[in-house]
């Protein structure tokens, strides 16, 4: 039993071991772009409008290189996310945004699942009491 | 001529399955060895036909007919020749054609396997899979013809889709297919259980290969598919959340679940309907995926070749299909009896349920997050986007529970039997968990989601190391020859072990990629270095190339790790002339720790060329995993064979 265990163990710290080594590797210099970390970020909740669904961030058709000019831009203009994101419904609507708000259209969108889960496992609950 | 050769023979396919259904509703009342025979044998001629059929528009894409319509729509004469077979399941016309091969295919495998004693299920579940043929092949017959003629016959062909013309696309469609023809199979046999009112274990043991080869191709088909997409649109990622993934991806998860409760119904006999219902679930998702993908309802990055008209038509099958065994569901499940069984809350049983109620939670998210916007715009016109964010904060919470039970519920028994490792291994995952998350937070704490992420795919290892550790020790083989572990495999059930050996070491991948992703955007010109993380990259020099049907402008960069030289890179863009598009073509250095990858952008000698370059940590263990998981399928196929052969020689009891 002690022999199983010893090998369990040493097995799984060897995995640990690789995962981790490949991260430690890797120093991150995310400085070198262009784009802020921000920019990149805010992109990529950005649909590409032109495009077959893409988010701003991946492509690299014209519309998608002024808006990320333009969230560039604003982040200089210490605007934040939010407002970004609003500014950007104003001039093209929900459909931009990759990332539904909470309002009353997407109510159920957002917690359907959730209730789903609810019910379902107070059901399977109910069903391993009997 | 020879291509009416194929339509001829696409209709007698047709007018035999009508009259094989008429045969069928006509016997079935009445069943009898001689129907059954003569219904076996017709299955094996609608394959003939069909296969001939298929045989005759490849041939025609070989020899570039142009006279054909879709030949000369999605063909050239200078495009290389896998190229040209695999367009033939690139286009609508071709790729039904190819589901209804493999779907005649499939009813022929299952009347050709010997079934036991049960001549009558059998009789049914041909009679279901002709119905669906038949259906399939009106569709194709009247509103998909691929043995349609033009009038002026061109010179040349308009050429296949660049993006298609990659190995990765020519095996992904056929494989994805087997997948979602293959859950036909069990739709059948759900049906037949509910046509003929009688189902036992052997019923279970029976559906399960079917369930898994499909789940298996499935697995296959979807990772190709990511694969392609990683490699060939160039955007470094390799899952977009997209409307036609999340429809391979519904009858995935289906499937999953159903291959875990047919466990339970095959040991214990119970949860009859909801296996059937499962059953007749994943097939309509098989449907429903097909119509997505077919109808262009929705704009996604996959879709190649759609018509709004058509959908209809896959929408009415789909209605048929899925209607007509709902109504026979509601009216005869109730006759069903299940065995009283008891069992612990720590049983095999339970957590079997528990992971249905997630997966099937899962399933219901997926198909929320793909249908919403639609049903929005229909409501009241308001029109939504939904990415990849909404998934991460609905699909994965749900399945990070899952990831949980995974590891330990193998260490559970069946019904009260208490299990006597479960305490120490549950100490043993505490500990390796506390041990991977300190890690990762010491590297980097910035994410507390890549410490989850990581920690679970660590997690799901040691359960599964630990297990098979254990099962190994049982067995008690010494293992100091290699033919040992032959011996050691083959008295084990290791299938589901590889399989979840594959989901940690697929989350791993996920965590590399999602979380530790480095990358560099920026324009370089020729002799320029440049670094990301440790890795040194040089612009050597920029070519002009001549390709057999297209131009390609390539970039040679050299590629430096630690000082030590790692090969060449040589991203490309390719301009095809006849098709009017330039694709990307990433140069991708892989090995077992990441991948650099290197996308060429627009530029001159003047300004320098824009390049993206991504080094992305762990990305190959994604696409290993679902590998490994295809593999335990196939492994729990070969394995179950086996037993069931020996198992029905002995007795039934302890399977």
Same mark, same amino acid.
């Given at each position: 039993?002690?022999?199983?265990?010893?090998?369990? $163990?040493?097995?799984?710290?060897?995995?640990?071991?690789?995962?981790?080594?490949? =991260?430690?590797?890797?120093?991150?210099?995310?400085?070198?772009?262009? $784009?802020?970390?921000? =920019?990149?970020?805010?992109?990529?909740?950005?649909?590409?409008?032109?495009?077959?669904?893409?988010?701003?961030?991946?492509?690299?058709?014209?519309?998608?290189?002024?808006?990320?000019?333009?969230?560039?831009?604003?982040?200089?203009?210490?605007?934040?996310?939010?407002?970004?994101?609003?500014? $950007?419904?104003?001039?093209?609507?929900?459909?931009? $945004?990759?990332?539904?708000?909470?309002?009353?259209?997407?109510?159920?969108?957002?917690?359907?699942?959730?209730?789903?889960?609810?019910?379902?496992?107070?059901?399977?609950?109910?069903?391993?009491?009997? | #001529?020879?291509?009416?050769?194929?339509?001829?023979?696409?209709?007698?396919?047709?007018?035999?399955?009508? #009259?094989?259904?008429?045969?069928?509703?006509?016997?079935?009342?009445?069943?009898?060895?001689?129907?059954?025979?003569?219904? !076996?044998?017709?299955?094996?001629?609608?394959?003939?036909?069909?296969?001939?059929?298929?045989?005759?528009?490849?041939?025609?894409?070989?020899?570039?007919?142009?006279?054909?319509?879709?030949?000369?729509?999605?063909?050239?004469?200078?495009?290389?020749?896998?190229?040209?077979?695999?367009?033939?399941?690139?286009?609508?016309?071709?790729?039904?054609?190819?589901?209804?091969?493999?779907?005649?295919?499939?009813?022929?495998?299952?009347?050709?396997?010997?079934?036991?004693?049960?001549?009558?299920?059998?009789?049914?579940?041909?009679?279901? /899979?002709?119905?669906?043929?038949?259906?399939?092949?009106?569709?194709?017959?009247?509103? %998909?013809?691929?043995?349609?003629?033009?009038?002026?016959?061109?010179?040349?062909?308009?050429?296949?889709?660049?993006?298609?013309?990659?190995?990765g696309?020519?095996f992904h469609p056929p494989m994805l297919y087997v997948g979602y023809v293959g859950?036909?199979?069990?739709?059948?046999?759900?049906?037949?259980?509910?046509?003929?009112?009688?189902?036992?274990?052997?019923?279970?043991? /029976?559906?399960?290969?079917?369930?898994?080869?499909a789940w298996s191709a499935l697995t296959m088909g979807i990772a190709l598919g990511s694969w392609w997409?990683?490699?060939?649109?160039?955007?470094?990622?390799?899952?977009?959340?997209?409307?036609?993934?999340?429809?391979s991806f #519904?009858p995935w998860?289906?499937?999953?679940?159903?291959?875990?409760?047919?466990?339970?119904?095959?040991?214990?006999?119970?949860?009859?309907?909801?296996?059937?219902?499962?059953?007749?679930?994943?097939?309509?998702?098989?449907?429903?995926g097909? +119509?997505?993908?077919? %109808?262009?309802?929705?704009?996604?990055?996959?879709?190649?070749?759609?018509?709004?008209?058509?959908?209809?038509?896959?929408?009415?099958?789909?209605?048929?299909?899925?209607?007509?065994?709902?109504?026979?569901?509601?009216?005869?499940?109730?006759?069903?009896?299940?065995? !009283?069984? /008891?069992?612990?809350?720590?049983?095999?049983?339970?957590?079997?349920?528990?992971?249905?109620?997630?997966?099937?939670?899962?399933?219901?998210?997926?198909?929320?997050?793909?249908?919403?916007?639609?049903?929005?715009?229909?409501?009241?016109?308001?029109?939504?986007?939904?990415?990849?964010?909404?998934?991460?904060?609905?699909?994965?919470?749900?399945?990070?529970?899952?990831?949980?039970?995974?590891?330990?519920?193998?260490?559970?028994?069946?019904?009260?039997? !208490?299990?006597?490792?479960?305490?120490?291994?549950?100490?043993?995952?505490?500990?390796?968990?506390?041990?991977?998350?300190?890690?990762?937070?010491?590297?980097?704490?910035?994410?507390? +989601?890549?410490?989850?992420?990581?920690?679970?795919?660590?997690?799901?290892?040691?359960?599964?190391?630990?297990?098979?550790?254990?099962?190994?020790?049982?067995?008690?083989?010494?293992?100091?020859?290699?033919?040992?572990?032959?011996?050691?495999?083959?008295?084990?059930?290791?299938?589901?072990?590889?399989?979840?050996?594959?989901?940690?070491?697929?989350?791993?991948?996920?965590?590399?990629?999602?979380?530790?992703?480095?990358?560099?955007?920026?324009?370089?010109?020729?002799?320029?270095?440049?670094?990301?993380?440790?890795?040194?990259?040089?612009?050597?020099?920029?070519?002009?190339?001549?390709?057999?049907?297209?131009?390609?402008? #390539?970039?040679? +960069?050299?590629?430096?790790?630690?000082?030590?030289?790692?090969?060449?890179? !040589?991203?490309?863009?390719?301009?095809?002339?006849?098709?009017?598009?330039?694709?990307?073509?990433?140069?991708?250095?892989?090995?077992?720790?990441?991948?650099?990858?290197?996308?060429?952008?627009?530029?001159?000698?003047?300004?320098?060329?824009?390049?993206?370059?991504? +080094?992305?940590?762990?990305?190959?263990?994604?696409?290993?995993?679902a590998?490994?998981?295809a593999?335990?399928?196939?492994?729990?196929?070969? /394995?179950?064979?086996?037993?069931?052969?020996?198992?029905?020689?002995?007795?039934?009891?302890?399977?």
């Amino acid at each position: 039993m002690k022999k199983q265990f010893c090998s369990i $163990l040493s097995i799984c710290f060897l995995y640990i071991t690789i995962i981790s080594n490949i =991260t430690l590797a890797e120093e991150k210099n995310t400085q070198l772009n262009f $784009l802020t970390n921000k =920019t990149r970020e805010i992109a990529q909740n950005i649909k590409c409008l032109v495009c077959q669904n893409q988010s701003i961030d991946e492509s690299n058709s014209e519309l998608a290189k002024d808006l990320k000019k333009l969230i560039e831009e604003k982040l200089n203009d210490g605007l934040d996310e939010d407002e970004i994101y609003t500014f $950007l419904r104003e001039r093209y609507g929900d459909y931009i $945004l990759l990332k539904p708000p909470l309002n009353t259209n997407t109510i159920l969108l957002w917690f359907l699942p959730f209730i789903i889960l609810v019910f379902s496992s107070i059901y399977i609950f109910k069903f391993f009491k009997k | #001529m020879i291509p009416e050769l194929g339509h001829v023979f696409l209709v007698l396919a047709f007018v035999a399955s009508i #009259m094989q259904i008429v045969f069928w509703t006509y016997h079935i009342n009445s069943f009898n060895e001689l129907a059954l025979d003569i219904l !076996k044998k017709s299955a094996l001629l609608n394959c003939i036909f069909i296969l001939i059929s298929f045989l005759i528009l490849t041939y025609s894409f070989i020899i570039s007919d142009f006279s054909l319509l879709i030949v000369s729509n999605n063909s050239h004469t200078l495009k290389p020749l896998i190229y040209k077979i695999s367009g033939t399941w690139g286009n609508h016309e071709g790729s039904l054609l190819l589901w209804v091969l493999i779907l005649s295919s499939f009813t022929f495998l299952v009347s050709y396997k010997k079934t036991h004693n049960n001549g009558e299920l059998l009789f049914s579940i041909i009679g279901v /899979q002709t119905l669906i043929l038949c259906l399939f092949l009106a569709f194709i017959l009247l509103t %998909s013809n691929p043995f349609e003629r033009v009038s002026a016959i061109p010179i040349e062909g308009r050429g296949l889709n660049p993006l298609l013309q990659d190995p990765g696309l020519a095996f992904h469609p056929p494989m994805l297919y087997v997948g979602y023809v293959g859950l036909s199979v069990s739709f059948s046999f759900a049906v037949g259980a509910l046509i003929t009112g009688k189902i036992n274990k052997e019923w279970a043991q /029976q559906i399960r290969p079917w369930i898994t080869i499909a789940w298996s191709a499935l697995t296959m088909g979807i990772a190709l598919g990511s694969w392609w997409a990683y490699y060939e649109l160039g955007w470094g990622g390799w899952w977009f959340w997209d409307p036609v993934e999340n429809a391979s991806f #519904m009858p995935w998860l289906i499937a999953t679940a159903l291959l875990h409760s047919i466990r339970i119904l095959e040991t214990r006999l119970i949860f009859i309907n909801w296996c059937i219902l499962l059953s007749i679930l994943g097939f309509a998702f098989s449907l429903l995926g097909t +119509f997505i993908v077919r %109808s262009g309802l929705l704009t996604s990055v996959h879709s190649f070749a759609s018509d709004p008209s058509r959908g209809i038509f896959i929408l009415i099958i789909l209605v048929i299909s899925v209607g007509g065994p709902l109504i026979l569901y509601a009216l005869k499940s109730s006759l069903f009896r299940e065995q !009283k069984v /008891q069992f612990n809350l720590l049983s095999k049983e339970s957590a079997l349920l528990i992971n249905n109620l997630f997966f099937t939670t899962a399933t219901a998210t997926v198909l929320i997050g793909t249908l919403y916007p639609l049903f929005l715009d229909a409501f009241n016109g308001d029109k939504i986007s939904i990415g990849p964010a909404y998934y991460n904060a609905t699909f994965a919470p749900i399945m990070a529970p899952i990831i949980l039970l995974m590891a330990i519920a193998p260490f559970f028994n069946w019904g009260k039997g !208490k299990s006597k490792n479960l305490l120490k291994i549950i100490a043993i995952l505490i500990t390796t968990s506390l041990v991977s998350v300190i890690t990762l937070y010491t590297i980097d704490g910035s994410s507390i +989601f890549a410490i989850i992420c990581g920690s679970l795919s660590i997690w799901l290892f040691v359960g599964v190391v630990s297990d098979l550790i254990i099962k190994f020790t049982e067995t008690k083989i010494k293992l100091n020859k290699v033919s040992n572990l032959f011996i050691y495999i083959s008295k084990n059930k290791i299938g589901m072990n590889i399989a979840h050996l594959g989901v940690a070491i697929f989350l791993a991948g996920v965590t590399g990629e999602q979380f530790f992703k480095t990358e560099f955007s920026g324009r370089k010109n020729i002799g320029d270095t440049f670094s990301i993380g440790n890795r040194v990259l040089e612009f050597k020099n920029f070519e002009t190339i001549n390709g057999p049907n297209y131009q390609s402008e #390539m970039g040679i +960069f050299t590629l430096h790790h630690n000082s030590k030289f790692i090969g060449y890179l !040589k991203p490309e863009k390719r301009y095809y002339p006849t098709e009017q598009t330039q694709t990307t073509e990433a140069a991708i250095i892989s090995n077992f720790l990441g991948d650099t990858y290197i996308v060429l952008g627009e530029g001159n000698y003047e300004t320098g060329w824009s390049i993206r370059i991504y +080094f992305n940590p762990l990305v190959s263990w994604i696409w290993a995993g679902a590998f490994l998981m295809a593999l335990g399928g196939v492994t729990s196929i070969i /394995q179950n064979k086996k037993t069931f052969n020996n198992a029905t020689k002995v007795s039934l009891n302890e399977i």
